[in-house]
């Protein structure tokens, strides 16, 4: 097929399922640091007749006959996803080679710490095993300056993907832009998390007190540096009591009582093993859902670990689980991650309760009780910060048009909400496209919501109940197609009520 013939809706969806899933294998290879150099833009070349001006109007054309004609609301939400596919898929075109070249820097790039020569990768992943925090500084300080030395490259590539973006969807402004996509405002929505975060100020300083003297120890900063978070994110001094041995057959059973057995589950392929240049950050590939995806992390020992792989679970179960017949729009394309994060989220909570930590771990009551606020500490924490990313990213879209993106901000906000010193020229590190943290600040809304219910219709028992694995069973089925704020309104509640979330965290 020449590049100038252009595809039906069918045909080009089948298509793009064969190229996405030859680009999530290539992604899945170079992350999991089987491959040491990135080969997207040679993916891209070969699926260069997919993305086209021509196609995309095309498809756009599709979506407006199918509207006028009074098409049914699936098909006219297929037809849309298909549309911003290509949309995407024309600025990864346009842009692969410039971000292979990058990746590939970032891959290669190395640092020397106390005589040894490590990836940056590596030295992320050492950062957070370091015992002494003077260490922890060092090493994340170099690390950090290494990686700023792309602020610029990152910052020209995401010049160059907005100024596509902006052509292609014929609106210019990137926060209205990713409203239509999202369906949402997202001004409203940092506005009501902004006041639940407010409000945890006085619990939060409470934990923030205990939690970081425990973990950091009295010799610590009053504001400790970012390089500090990741240690505390895997609980160290609680290590001893989950280990990195334990964690894959703990979270396994855990999940059993649920009603999923992941191991007779072919489907979900699990790579739990160490690499020097696998990324330490645990993510889910869905290749090819429901037949191909890998649920991969790397181990490093602490309660992190657990609370890692039952996130990814949540998201390989969802994608995993989605109806076959499904069309590929419904099992693969979304119009945003707020949806399959409530999965991971509702999976992860798992590690706040108390029981659980009774069970698996032989522990008396009052300590299972102190290691479950441990967890309880950690999503408080997170939760703030990613507060905080919201509010910096919509004032970092805000200016972007007059000023181009810059630092302006993000230290200061991350700073007030965690109590955490961060790096300004961290910002683009930090900083994941379409307003990824709108995406999980929405999915904590919703999981929030969704442990109300189980609570309410299952017990307290919900986290090892069949029946939660048969409520959610039926959610994984329909894939992709819901959106998060559809699953509210089965719930029985608003969008953006936020009770559930503050008695939660509050507790």
Known sequence: MSETEIRD?????????????????????????????SEQAEVVARYSDLFTRAQLEALAEAEHQAKTADASADEVERLYRLRKTCEGGIVAAELAEREDALENEILAARVVWKNEEMSLRTAQARTAVLDTYADRDELGELQADESARFNSKQLALITAAETLEAELSGQPDPIKRSEEEKALSLRELESALAVVSERLDERWSELRERWFDRLLGSGRDDLPRQHQVAYMRRLSPLASTYTRERATEVCLDTLGRLGFDLMAMPNIRLDLDDRPQKSPRACVIASDPPQVVHLITRAQGGLHDYEALLHEAGHALHYGGCDPALPYAFRSLSRDHALTEIYSYISAKIVNEPGWHEHYFSLPEKTARENAEAGLFIEVMLFRRYVAKLQFELEFWGRFAHEGGSEKGYAEHQLAATGVRYRPDWFLSDMDSGFYSADYLRAWIRSAQLRASLLEEVGEDWWQSAKTGDFLRSLFAEGTRPSNEEIAARLGFEPLDCAPLLAELGA
């Open 9 to 37: 809706p069918g045909a080009f969806e089948t298509r793009l399922s064969h190229f996405l899933f030859e680009r999530s294998e290539e992604a899945r290879a170079v992350r999991v640091g089987e491959k040491e150099v």
